[in-house]
T-cell receptor
Framework: DGGITQSPKYLFRKEGQNVTLSCEQN?????MYWYRQDPGQGLRLIYY???????QKGDIAEGYSVSREKKESFPLTVTSAQKNPTAFYLC??????????FGSGTRLTVV | RKEVEQDPGPFNVPEGATVAFNCTYS??????FFWYRQDCRKEPKLLMS???SGNEDGRFTAQLNRASQYISLLIRDSKLSDSATYLC?????????????FGTGTKLQVIP
């Protein structure tokens, strides 16, 4: 079955540590996105990529980095420069015909 | 003005009631519209697309008003299981790419 997979489901990060969140899709979608959601809040766009080897900053890119070396994969690194990283992170992919498909999310907590 | 605006709610309605949400958008070049449902601590899932002529899926009806730049979602005969946050999504295409904007969501609580 086609879909989008995020891992891990839960992640704990120590202060000053970089962590990488995985996002893989087998839907053959060109576009992929990372969103952050805080409790009771809407989705905020971190980074997006429309094609391999190209990505653009979203509204809240500071403290995050991404890569898009393969069409299927769009990992997000939360760096130590992100001062308030505790949140629910959602990866999505899209096509013009099928719209958006989300992964099940990663809950990141700073300990 | 925000690109996409929704009343955050919560809308508390009794079972069996009819409830409607609106979502306004600022970009008149927006081309496609969707409603997503998000349950607590879960990812958003596509509820329905919104077509220019309006469309219905069971108890759910979606409508688009381009002149006034809003979309609406009507839920008839509300069920307890309809309790969730409903996000509107607005797309427009520029340079061959789609720009997607999410509303912050409207929370619905259906009470027994």
């Amino acid at each position: 079955d086609g879909g989008i997979t995020q891992s891990p489901k839960y992640l704990f990060r120590k202060e000053g540590q970089n962590v990488t969140l995985s996002c893989e899709q087998n839907l053959n979608h060109d576009a992929m996105y990372w969103y952050r959601q805080d409790p009771g809040q809407g989705l905020r766009l971190i980074y997006y990529s429309h094609i391999v080897n190209d990505f653009q900053k979203g509204d809240i890119a500071e403290g995050y980095s991404v890569s898009r070396e393969k069409k299927e994969s769009f990992p997000l690194t939360v760096t130590s420069a992100q001062k308030n990283p505790t949140a629910f992170y959602l990866c999505a992919s899209s096509s013009v015909r099928e719209g958006y498909t989300f992964g099940s999310g990663t809950r990141l907590t700073v300990v | 003005r925000k690109e996409v605006e929704q009343d955050p709610g919560p809308f508390n309605v009794p079972e069996g009631a009819t409830v409607a949400f609106n979502c306004t958008y600022s970009n008149s070049a927006s081309q496609s519209f969707f409603w997503y449902r998000q349950d607590c601590r879960k990812e958003p899932k596509l509820l329905m697309s919104v077509y220019s002529s309006g469309n219905e899926d069971g108890r759910f009806t979606a409508q688009l008003n381009r002149a006034s730049q809003y979309i609406s979602l009507l839920i008839r005969d509300s069920k307890l299981s309809d309790s969730a946050t409903y996000l509107c999504v607005v797309n427009f295409y520029s340079g061959g790419y789609q720009k997607v904007t999410f509303g912050t969501g409207t929370k619905l609580q259906v009470i027994p």
